[in-house]
C-alpha cells in the first residue's frame, strides 16, 4: 500500500491520500482524543503523540499537530493509516452514523430559504471541491442578516490562511452571487 503526503496550507496539517475510499461521502472531523471513538482509525491516530486533529474525508485523512516535528511523526502516521487499512477493521465505529443531515444546527429566517439554498449550491459546487483539496472542508451554519456564517474543518480549522480564504475569497464569490449578502464569519 502506498499512501501519499501532501503539505496544506495550515502548516500544521498533512493530507495523507491512501489511494482508496476512506468514507466514500462526507467528512468526519474529530477534534479530540475523547471523540476518537467514533472511528477507530482517528483512535488509532490519536495514539500517535502530538496528533490534536483528524479529519477523514471522501478520500483522504488529515492530520493536525498540536507539536512535535513532522518528520518524526509523519512516519508514525502513515504506519498507524496502513496498519488500520491492512487490518481490515471499519473506518467508522459499528452504530455510529455520521451526522448526515447537519440541517438540524443550522440558523436561518425561514423567508430566506431560497438565498440560503443558493449559498449551499455555491459552497458544495464551487469552494468545497477547492477546499478538500487542501485537506479540509467548510459547511453553512447560519445566515441572520445579511452575514453567512461558515464552520471549517480539517486543515481549515486553525489555518492562518483560513480568514484570507474567507473574506478574498468565499465572502466575494457569495457577494457576487448573492447581492444581499453583506459578509461571511467564521461560526
Known amino acids: 500500500m502506498f499512501i ?11 493530507k495523507f491520500l491512501p489511494g482508496r475510499p476512506v468514507l466514500g461521502e462526507g467528512v468526519l472531523d474529530v477534534r479530540s482524543a475523547d471523540d476518537a471513538g467514533l472511528s477507530p482509525l482517528a483512535q488509532r491516530l490519536f495514539e500517535v503523540r502530538g496528533v490534536d486533529g483528524v479529519m477523514l474525508g471522501p478520500d483522504f485523512v488529515t492530520v493536525t499537530k498540536a507539536q ?4 518524526q511523526m509523519k512516519p508514525a502516521i502513515l504506519g498507524a493509516i496502513m496498519e488500520h487499512f491492512m487490518s481490515g ?3 467508522i465505529a459499528e452504530g455510529v452514523a455520521l451526522a448526515a443531515d447537519e440541517a438540524a444546527d443550522e440558523f436561518y429566517d425561514r423567508a430566506d430559504a431560497e438565498i440560503v439554498a443558493t449559498i449551499k449550491e455555491l459552497l458544495d459546487t464551487r469552494v468545497r471541491p477547492a477546499v478538500a483539496n487542501d485537506g479540509g472542508d467548510i459547511t453553512f451554519r447560519g445566515f441572520k442578516d445579511g452575514v453567512v456564517y ?38
Open 4 to 14: 501519499q503526503t501532501e503539505a496544506t496550507p495550515n502548516p500544521a496539517t498533512l
Open 68 to 71: 512535535g516535528d513532522w518528520r
Open 89 to 91: 477493521a471499519p473506518i
Open 150 to 187: 461558515l464552520n471549517m474543518k480539517g486543515s481549515c480549522s486553525g489555518c492562518p490562511s483560513s480568514t484570507a480564504t474567507l473574506k478574498n475569497g468565499v465572502e466575494n464569490l457569495l457577494k457576487h452571487f448573492v447581492p444581499e449578502i453583506r459578509e461571511v464569519q467564521a461560526a
